[in-house]
Structures are given as structure tokens and as C-alpha cells.
T-cell receptor, first 113, second 110 residues
Framework: DGGITQSPKYLFRKEGQNVTLSCEQNLNHDAMYWYRQDPGQGLRLIYYSQIVNDFQKGDIAEGYSVSREKKESFPLTVTSAQKNPTAFYLC????????????FGPGTRLTVL | GQQVMQIPQYQHVQEGEDFTTYCNSSTTLSNIQWYKQRPGGHPVFLIQLVKSGEVKKQKRLTFQFGEAKKNSSLHITATQTTDVGTYFCAYMEYGNKLVFGAGTILRVKS
């Protein structure tokens, strides 16, 4: 996990505002992922990207957007359309095909007031 | 959505007791992974199993993949306070997607 950074650790926003969460990795990994974690529900996949300039929706993509303009960066925007945005957001990465282990960043805890 | 069921959801044990969490699927899995998340932390990869009937050990932790590749278990012998956290199973789906179980929360009383 040492090569993945997420900032900030805690984030507070007012309802109706868009907010972008940062995720950077220096592991030279091809694939990157965003998960949302709520108490008792495990990790749910929001978006993932297998290569630069390409990404796919996960199970709960509504109200979120991403970009993958650089291999090392995969920012997540939580839009005002997300009805319940308060959660713990985790970014992960893994090497390309043939490697299944995912490496997680420390997470960002977003609270929308 | 999640296609692996983890039980129990929560377990509170006395230090020194054993602990087991189970992961069950209705379909055959190509692989199963286990992660540990400490309170306030992020998931950390523990192990991956890919072969039918595979058993792997890491010190006090024993991981097993069922013969039919539809279930897996994680067993901790003689729990310690450092074992507290949430244990997740996960499997790699088509398209490089990792699907997680809901996790088992382990608390250890000293």
C-alpha cells in the first residue's frame, strides 16, 4: 500500500457541492479502482480503469465520475447527484493481467453536511 | 452486486480462542482472495487460493479453498488482540473486477 496515496484523509462538504477525491500511485500499475465502504456492507465498486484513457462503471457508478488521463492518477468526483455521499472511499491499484492482488490506499472519509 | 456470502457477520472471542470465517458462493470461483482491514485502516491482501482443495498457512492463519471451489474459509488459531479487524473474502470476476464479501468483524477480548 505504500505506493498509493489518497488525500485528504478527512473531507467535509456542504450538500449540493461537487467534490473531487485524489488517488495517486507510483507502482506503475495498469489498473486502478474506486470503492465505497459503508458500515456492514463491505466494499462496493464505483469505477475502475484498466488502462489510461479508459474506464468502466462498477456496481454503484450513479452520481460519480472519474478520469484517467495519466497512468498514475485516477481522481473520483462525487457529484451533487449522489444522494448519499457520506462514506469511506478507497482507491486501489493492481498490475496488469495475470496479477490479482489489489493494493489499497489509506482512504478518504467524506462527510457531507 | 455481491455474489459471495460471508458468515458470521460479527464474532467476539476471548483471547486465545480460535476463530473461523466462511465464504460461500452459489457458483464456481476461479480464485478466492482474503483481505484484512484493521479498524480505521484499509484492506490489506493476505492470500490468494486458486486450486481445488487448496490449503495454505500463514503462522496462525489457515486458508482453505473447497473441493468444488464454491467456498473458502479462514481459520485463526489462538487469537490475539492484534487479530482484530474485518476479514473479507473476494474473487476476481471477468473484466478484472474484484467482488468482495460483506466481511466478518472480529473482536478479541483480552
Amino acid at each position: 500500500d505504500g505506493g498509493i496515496t489518497q488525500s485528504p484523509k478527512y473531507l467535509f462538504r456542504k450538500e449540493g457541492q461537487n467534490v473531487t477525491l485524489s488517488c495517486e500511485q507510483n507502482l506503475n500499475h495498469d489498473a486502478m479502482y474506486w470503492y465505497r465502504q459503508d458500515p456492514g456492507q463491505g466494499l462496493r465498486l464505483i469505477y475502475y480503469s484498466q488502462i489510461v484513457n479508459d474506464f468502466q462503471k462498477g456496481d454503484i457508478a450513479e452520481g460519480y465520475s472519474v478520469s484517467r488521463e495519466k497512468k498514475e492518477s485516477f481522481p473520483l468526483t462525487v457529484t451533487s447527484a449522489q444522494k448519499n455521499p457520506t462514506a469511506f472511499y478507497l482507491c486501489a491499484s493492481k498490475p496488469g493481467q495475470g496479477y490479482n492482488e489489489q493494493f489499497f490506499g489509506p482512504g478518504t472519509r467524506l462527510t457531507v453536511l | 452486486g455481491q455474489q459471495v456470502m460471508q458468515i458470521p457477520q460479527y464474532q467476539h472471542v476471548q483471547e486465545g480462542e480460535d476463530f473461523t470465517t466462511y465464504c460461500n458462493s452459489s457458483t464456481t470461483l476461479s480464485n478466492i482472495q482474503w483481505y484484512k482491514q484493521r479498524p480505521g485502516g484499509h484492506p490489506v491482501f493476505l492470500i490468494q487460493l486458486v486450486k481445488s482443495g487448496e490449503v495454505k498457512k500463514q503462522k496462525r492463519l489457515t486458508f482453505q479453498f473447497g473441493e468444488a471451489k464454491k467456498n473458502s474459509s479462514l481459520h485463526i488459531t489462538a487469537t490475539q488482540t492484534t487479530d482484530v479487524g474485518t476479514y473479507f473474502c473476494a474473487y476476481m470476476e471477468y473484466g478484472n473486477k474484484l467482488v468482495f464479501g460483506a466481511g466478518t468483524i472480529l473482536r478479541v477480548k483480552s
